[in-house]
């Protein structure tokens, strides 16, 4: 008997709650989820999640670029069973999906960090954890309880720093290093900038730093000098200067009474702002990440094919073809029209590095879309986030089983019983 595959096994679960009057914890359809997502998030905090550069055109052109492409079906394919693994970096992974690194996940639920672990472990999926989170990575890492994941490095201005992020990861089980290279600076993002809201200057979304022992030593040579110094003259508190210090002390490690009255907090807020991002960075200096640490390094936020080529001769383990999710550059190239061309650059030079895609993606036929024009693995981003926002570890898990269920039945649908076949034949341009 031929065991029926996830899509399969996950329409039955809902339709057989539904006999007996349940409804699916989050909807099964991108738009609506986060329309859904928006009803039951706060105002600050849907803004910082969907919110993108500028007038928000990356965004879209994300979205257009999924929309350029039909899927063609071929009949008669025997697809009673279906394989959705993959190996990348050594591992057979269960399907092709990545749970994408996204930050400040507290800003959709208290579990945060763990929630999104723990969902993601219960469905086999590879989360890579973010240099923003809510909770440190050692904590994270405890909850999946061996399951692999990869950690995403946001590459400091300090260069002590940078090596601690990357010496804890290695130590407590990371087994790919993602190096985003599209965040020398924050993008202009008006749906923050209009609610004068950035997360960070909460102390919400630094918890890898409040926990890092370097950064902590920067916090504390920081309130060493302003103790020394000559004292500074005190703003006139406002109601909106007291609810933010209520925020860092309450995000800050510690009791929130002990922070109230501690110049630690905001200490470690302003060394954040200063220390966050390199935009110095050249490739120069990837040599130097390649003393730091023995795991595969992934460039995330390649989009030129040049810059895939260039990667290749620095000796890089993989690329991730992303534009932030449309949060960085307004009006940039979206990054599933980005896909083919670095896709090419890579392939022509021999090499089988696996290449990853996000952005845009919403559901298992857009994932079926990106492998066929080349991804190895697909990141799932927002979706993620406003599952969480809606039911905590529950709707990440569902969010996650349904594009992976989708896909399972796109690839049956269509004549594919496994990734090999799901190719650029298989689509055709929009018409």
């Not at 970096?89 to 990545?98: A, I, K, V």
């Not at 985003?180 to 102390?203: E, K, S």
């Not at 040049?306 to 990667?311: F, H, P, S, V």
């Not at 670095?342 to 392939?347: I, M």
């Amino acid at each position: 008997m031929v065991a029926p595959g996830i899509g399969r096994l996950a329409q039955s679960a809902v339709y057989r709650a539904g006999s007996f009057g349940r409804r699916p914890a989050v909807p099964t359809d991108g738009t609506r989820l986060e329309e859904a997502a928006e009803r039951v998030m706060s105002r600050r905090g849907f803004a910082y999640v969907a919110g993108s550069a500028g007038g928000e055109a990356t965004a879209r052109a994300n979205r257009a670029a999924f929309e350029r492409w039909r899927v063609l079906p071929r009949m008669l394919v025997d697809t009673a069973e279906r394989d959705l693994s993959v190996e990348l970096f050594g591992r057979r992974h269960p399907s092709p999906l990545l749970v994408s690194p996204i930050g400040v996940l507290s800003a959709a639920h208290p579990d945060a960090d763990l929630a999104v672990a723990r969902a993601a472990r219960g469905q086999g999926v590879t989360p890579v954890l973010s240099t923003q989170a809510s909770v440190p990575m050692e904590t994270v890492a405890a909850e999946l309880g061996g399951h692999g994941f990869w950690y995403q490095l946001y590459w400091s201005n300090d260069d002590d720093l940078a090596a601690s992020l990357v010496r804890r990861a290695e130590a407590c089980g990371a087994e790919v290093l993602v190096v985003t290279l599209d965040t020398g600076y924050l993008g202009w993002r008006p749906r923050d900038l209009d609610l004068g809201h950035l997360p960070f200057a909460r102390g919400e979304g630094i918890a890898q730093y409040t926990s890092d022992p370097v950064f902590r030593r920067l916090v504390a040579e920081r309130v060493a000098a302003a103790a020394d110094g000559p004292e500074e003259p005190q703003p006139r508190p406002t109601p909106a200067a007291v609810r933010t210090l209520l925020a860092m002390s309450r995000n800050h490690p510690g009791t929130t009474r002990e922070n109230l009255t501690s110049p630690v907090p905001r200490a470690a807020v302003e060394t954040f702002l200063e220390v966050f991002s390199r935009p110095s960075l050249t490739w120069a200096d990837l040599p130097r990440l390649r003393e730091l640490t023995s795991l595969p390094v992934v460039l995330k936020g390649v989009l030129d094919p040049d810059d895939a080529a260039r990667a290749l001769d620095a000796g890089v383990d993989g690329l991730w073809v992303s534009n932030h999710g449309g949060r960085q550059v307004d009006r940039s190239v979206g990054a599933l029209d980005a896909l083919p061309g670095v896709v090419e650059a890579v392939r022509s030079r021999g090499s089988a590095m696996p290449v990853v895609l996000d952005s845009g993606v919403r559901s298992g036929a857009d994932a079926f879309v990106a492998l066929a024009l080349g991804a190895t693995a697909v990141g799932i981003g927002r979706p993620h986030v406003y599952g969480l926002a809606l039911a905590g570890e529950e709707g990440v898990a569902e969010v996650l089983r349904n594009v992976a269920a989708e896909l399972d039945l796109t690839m049956a649908l269509t004549g594919c019983p496994t990734l090999a076949e799901v190719t650029s034949d298989r689509l055709v341009a929009a018409p």
